[in-house]
């Protein structure tokens, strides 16, 4: 009798092990946190869309546009607006033209700072493709403008530039000024009598 309480016993115990697990890993209230499978990162569960849309105003939002539309005085007296409103610099298709590529970096640079001496309002650049320094000058959004500096630039003696499709910055802010430049060979002697 001993031995038949101790098969009952096992397939029992068995079963108890086999619900428990089912319990532990298959059994999640409705209202519990979900988490995503791939993841496991915790999930809220979902508002009804109508809970926002009630209490969304879009006055809320009209509030610069209104405070813009009420103070523009140039419109409503007929004045045209001024001229000094600068749009956001944006970058967009346009041309450079391109007066040098070569491997040698100072060689590079030495033309760069020639250009920015020789034009200051000139927007000069230095851009760097494996192994060549191109540099490349101007913002120039159609070609026609891209050939008038490019001939002007040609005339002043580089003859090798050439005109390059490029990314450029339109409506770029002016070019500040370059700092002041300073001789380090001139002696300068403060203890004179």
């Not at 001993?2 to 115990?13: A, G």
């Not at 250009?115 to 000058?137: D, F, Q």
């Amino acid at each position: 009798m001993d031995c038949q309480s101790q098969k009952i016993t096992l397939p029992s115990f068995s079963a108890v092990l086999l619900l428990i697990a089912f319990a532990t890993t298959g059994f999640r209230p409705y209202h519990a946190a979900s988490y995503d499978s791939d993841s496991l990162r915790y999930q809220p569960r979902k508002e009804k869309l109508s809970t926002y849309e009630r209490s969304f105003k879009p006055s809320f939002y009209d509030t610069e546009v209104y405070l813009y539309k009420k103070n523009d005085s140039s419109k409503t007296q007929g004045r045209p607006i001024d001229n000094f409103t600068s749009a956001q610099p944006e970058t967009v298709q346009g041309y450079r033209v391109q007066l040098i590529a070569t491997s040698d970096y100072d060689q590079a640079m030495n033309l760069r700072n020639e250009l920015n001496i020789k034009y200051p309002e000139l927007w000069v650049y230095t851009v760097y493709e494996t192994p060549m320094y191109k540099v490349r000058a101007g913002d120039f959004i159609n070609r026609a403008e891209a050939k008038n500096f490019l001939d002007k630039i040609q005339s002043e003696g580089y003859r090798t530039a050439w005109i390059v499709p490029d990314r450029i910055i339109k409506n770029q802010p002016p070019k500040p000024p370059l700092p002041m430049q300073i001789d380090s060979t001139a002696v300068h002697n403060d203890f004179e009598e």
